[in-house]
């Protein structure tokens, strides 16, 4: 049990960087300069739990600890909220930073400032924090921490008069930097006698607990058995227990007061009744509003998910429902296609969130999975003025249906070094890109901000950035809105048959250049029938594109030795109007592989 100790020897904070900077490494040994862990527990990364994590490398759930510091003889609680640094996990790092008064800004020593440094900084402002620079990795021989400074100071616009310099890795620098945490953080401000006011932050599932909320309290203190209604859904719910996080072990106590951040447990059965960024309040005496800024987390790219293995169908459901437990952004919802069978429609965040669903599903649940090409989500008004929200081109209605249809666009932010820029220019104005700024950060960086409809990045926009900059330049993204296209349902037919899985929404500019490369694709991927069949690519009625996959031979004549020539003749036009007749009812089976090349196609 923990003593009370002074709201104004709290400090409530975040650490923010780009992917790689070293954030994990810097909570290791800010942890480990604090003692909250014993040698013999401590581990690398000891605050990204799942396997997948520390393969990658990446922080994919935001976590916290609540550590204790003597500065001076006076004890200080520091409560340090970790946050995931990819983009498409922004929300919880938005949440993360309203629960803090300050954030660390992490920046490599080597690379410098980032595009995801950029647009965390931006959250952190817009929530008035105090932001302290903090360069890691200066042990490196390429380190040079002035120009990494001054870089800080022309993107960001932030004084980096008083900074501190560190190696994560080594531990050099971090008592110095716990320090400055302590003096130029402000304490958080609340009122303990007001009614019970906190925001979930982040939410989990644990099998013997239930469902497990995170949270920072703004105003009065939650206690132990308490009725507390949480806002967004108006349900009332007794605390059961309450936590301080640990990375070993949660520590219990009886009261989270004004200021601090716990774990509270209601025993619930679910996280869907826990969404991050929620209010949670006292039943008899509510707070008047909840802390503002909440909003659900919205799915941008849906993509179908179907077992390879057609009866395993039931276990594909359940482990969606197992994973939502601890995942509340995940949406799903039953679909069955010619070609896969049944399977599942998937909202995802964003292409980094499904890779990572996709791989923990097929690891911790033992399926087989494939996934067609990802989608957005499209609003399309039809000519009866009715508006429809589409996220699977096979909803699309009638094309002589549909007025406009709308497409999501997105700021993308990409830093670059300077010899790059040519190339980034042209691949961003193929994806229909437009410019808003370029600006020289310095004589060697670029900052180039764009609006780009989000279909254009989804599929491998990211792997065509990396490889044309050699893997230097950044990119991150944030989304802006609808606006009206000029696109069109490419369908994609085997043997006259419309092949759903392999529809695509596609520019209109752009259809019958992808429809080639797309049957020419398949006609590589399709095995060669007893009948010849055409693989066709169509915008409605009108076949755009079209290759044919040749039969397989049958040297109906060998049996013929010399004789007549009636007879060979007589044998190959029994053998063709076979032909004709398997094609009329033949059924041409498409291999999955097809599904899985075709999203590689080119763009």
Known sequence: MSKKVP??????????????????????RIIQECGAVSERKMSAQIMDTMDIERERGITIKAQSVRLNYIKDGEEYVL????????????????????????????????????????????????????????????????ADPDRVLAEVEEAIGLDCTEHNLISAKTGQGVKELIDAIVDRIPAPSGDEDAPTKAIIYDSWFDNYLGALALVRVF???????????????????????????????????????????????MGLKSVEGLKVGDTITDAKNPTAKPVPGFEPAKPFVFAGLYPIETDKFEDLRDALNKLKLNDSALAFEPESSLALGSGFRVGFLGMLHMEVVKERLEREFNLDLIATAPTVVYEVLKTDGEKVVVQNPSELPDPSKIDTIFEPYVKATILTPKEFVGNLIKLLNDR????????????????????????????????????????YASFDYEPIGYRPGDLVKLDIRVAGEVVDALSIIVPKEKAR??????????????????????????????????????????????????????????????????????????KVQVPQEAFMAVLKIDN
């Open 219 to 265: 105003d009065g203190s939650i206690k132990k058995g308490q009725m507390v209604k949480i806002m967004g859904t108006n349900e009332e719910h007794q605390v059961l227990d309450l936590m301080y996080p640990n990375p070993v072990s949660p520590i219990k106590t009886d009261e989270i007061n004004t200021g601090e951040i716990g774990i509270v447990v």
């Open 432 to 471: 229909r890109g437009i410019q808003v700024k370029m600006d020289y950060i310095n004589e060697n960086r670029v900052l180039l901000e764009y609006d780009i409809p989000m279909n254009e990045i989804v599929m491998d926009f990211y792997d065509k950035l990396k490889s044309m900059t050699k893997g």
């Open 513 to 586: 250049t992808r429809g080639l490369a797309f049957v020419n694709q398949l006609k590589e991927l399709i095995p060669r029938q007893l009948f010849e069949v055409a693989i066709q690519a169509s915008i409605g009625n009108t076949i755009i594109a079209r290759t044919n996959v040749k039969s397989m031979g049958k040297n109906v004549t060998a049996k013929c030795y010399g004789g007549d020539i009636t007879r060979k003749r007589k044998l190959l036009e029994k053998q063709k109007a076979g032909k004709k007749r398997m094609k009329a009812i033949g």
């Open 79 to 142: 409560n340090l909220i970790d946050t995931p640094g990819h983009v498409d996990f922004s929300y919880e790092v938005s949440r993360s930073l309203a629960s803090s008064e300050g954030a660390l800004l992490v920046v490599d020593a080597a690379q410098g400032v980032e595009a995801q440094t950029i647009a965390n900084v931006y959250i952190a402002l817009e929530n008035d924090l105090e932001l302290l620079p903090v360069v890691n990795k200066i042990d490196l021989p390429s």
């Open 7 to 28: 709201q104004s020897n709290i400090r409530n904070f975040s650490i923010i960087a780009h992917i790689d900077h070293g954030k994990s490494t810097l909570a290791d």
